[in-house]
């Protein structure tokens, strides 16, 4: 089972992200965009994992749901990864605010995952939600200049109240994704 834990975001979210990449893709042929199904925060990617283990994944997340309140979450900016080089750029991205609730969340995912067997992300947390991922520079230059335009929109907030378990299916359209289970905070 290939699985991950992510906020979902909402629908008017959904909707303002869809209308950016509409006014950004402008014949970009090497880029494969996120469809509003696939519109997440991911807060902790498991990879592969036996289906015996989802159990122990469920349990943990009621532990750390429990720990939380209803906290607010902003999507602001845009930017790539790696940042800042138009012709290395994989990920296109629209930014989440790091806020002290949604970075406490996330040092408690990775504290509470190690403990049961999955090691910490190397890299710092960056929170984002993808909206393209590069597969080849062909038509790359006008998307990045018209996204740099939104380098400083605000996308809207909503109010996190949950966090959800997903099975992610790849296929040959782009990922899948099934809710496994889904815990509410405090």
Do not use: C
Not at 104 to 121: A, D, K, N
Request: no cysteine; charged share 30%.
């Amino acid at each position: 089972m290939r699985t991950f834990v992510a906020i979902d975001l909402a629908p008017d979210l959904k909707i303002n992200l869809e209308a950016l990449i509409r006014n950004i893709k402008k014949g970009a042929k090497g880029i494969k965009w996120t469809n509003s199904a696939g519109m997440h925060l991911t807060l902790k990617f498991l990879g592969d994992i036996p289906p015996e283990k989802a159990g122990d994944v469920i349990v943990l997340l009621k532990t750390i749901a429990e720990k939380h309140s209803t906290f607010p979450l902003q999507m602001k900016g845009t930017g790539t990864f790696p940042p800042g080089r138009k012709w290395g750029t994989r990920v296109i991205w629209a930014g989440i605010a790091e806020t002290p609730e949604l970075m406490v969340l996330h040092e408690g995912m990775e504290e509470g995952f190690e403990r049961i067997g999955f090691p910490r992300e190397g890299r710092p947390f960056h929170p984002h939600m993808t909206l393209g991922r590069v597969k080849s520079p062909d038509g790359l230059e006008p998307v990045l200049d018209e996204l740099e335009k939104y380098r400083e929109t605000d996308f809207g907030r909503m109010m996190v109240d949950r966090i959800r378990f997903f099975e992610s299916f790849l296929k040959p359209g782009g990922a899948d994704h099934s809710v496994l289970a889904e815990v509410e905070f405090r």
